[in-house]
C-alpha cells in the first residue's frame, strides 16, 4: 500500500509544468499561460518581461496553431534560459516549484 502511494504522487517536471498551463479541452499552451508561467515564476525582471516572453512564444509556435506543443515549449524554455542567462536546468527549478505534484495517471 505504502508503494502506491509513493508511485500515486510523482515528483514534478517540466512535462508536469507543460500540463499545468495547458487550459482545459486544449493539448497546447497559448501565449497568455506562457507568459504567466514565468511571471508566477518570478522570472520577469527589468531585463526580461512580457513582451520578451511573447517574441520567444511566438519565435516557437506553428503559425497556423498559435500554440505550443510539448516539444516546442521546451525549445521555448531553452530559449528563456539563453536570454536570461541562466542554467537551463535551474530555469527548470523556478518553473517546477510553481507547480504541485499530481497523480501519475494523468
Same mark, same amino acid.
Given at each position: #500500500? ?6 500515486? $504522487?510523482?515528483?514534478?517536471? !517540466? @512535462? %508536469? +509544468?507543460?500540463?499545468?498551463? =495547458?487550459? /482545459?479541452?486544449?493539448?497546447? +499552451?497559448?501565449? #497568455?499561460?506562457? &507568459? ?5 515564476? @518570478? &522570472? ?6 512580457? +513582451? /520578451?516572453?511573447?517574441? &520567444? ?16 515549449? +521546451?525549445?521555448? &524554455?531553452?530559449? =528563456? @534560459?539563453?536570454?536570461?542567462? $541562466?542554467?537551463?536546468? %535551474?530555469?527548470?527549478?523556478? !518553473?517546477? %516549484?510553481? =507547480?504541485?505534484?499530481?497523480? !501519475?495517471? /494523468?
Amino acid at each position: #500500500r505504502r508503494r502506491n502511494f509513493c508511485r500515486a $504522487m510523482a515528483a514534478a517536471d !517540466l @512535462s %508536469d +509544468v507543460y500540463w499545468g498551463c =495547458v487550459k /482545459h479541452g486544449f493539448k497546447e +499552451v497559448d501565449c #497568455r499561460s506562457f &507568459v504567466a508561467l514565468f511571471r508566477n515564476a @518570478s &522570472v520577469m525582471d527589468t531585463a526580461f518581461k512580457d +513582451v /520578451h516572453a511573447e517574441r &520567444v512564444f511566438f519565435d516557437n509556435m506553428l503559425l497556423a496553431k498559435r500554440r505550443l506543443d510539448y516539444a516546442r515549449f +521546451v525549445e521555448a &524554455v531553452a530559449k =528563456v @534560459s539563453e536570454l536570461k542567462g $541562466m542554467e537551463e536546468k %535551474d530555469l527548470h527549478q523556478c !518553473l517546477i %516549484d510553481t =507547480v504541485e505534484p499530481r497523480p !501519475l495517471d /494523468h
